[in-house]
């Protein structure tokens, strides 16, 4: 399900970067490029089934925060 709000919104970026800054339609083929290689750096790098949780911080950081103030 990710996937398709992924790729309806480079279509809406697509849609806005070559209506809304009005590019000749000579760039629109490298737009479309850029947008599908974001595609697939985000197919290979992204965990969308992971849930995101803050690191917690270590014993020692703390202490030299402490000791900075």
């Not at 697509?14 to 490029?33: E, V």
């Not at 803050?54 to 014993?59: C, E, L």
Request: hydrophobic share 65%; net charge positive.
């Amino acid at each position: 399900m990710t996937w398709l709000l992924v790729i309806g919104l480079a279509g809406a970026a697509f849609a806005f970067a070559a209506f809304a800054f009005r590019l000749p339609r000579s760039l629109w083929a490298t737009l479309g490029t850029a947008l599908v290689l974001g595609l697939a750096g985000f197919a290979l790098q992204a965990r969308t089934d992971l849930a995101g949780a803050p690191a917690r911080a270590h014993a020692q950081d703390a202490q030299l925060g402490s000791a900075l103030i």
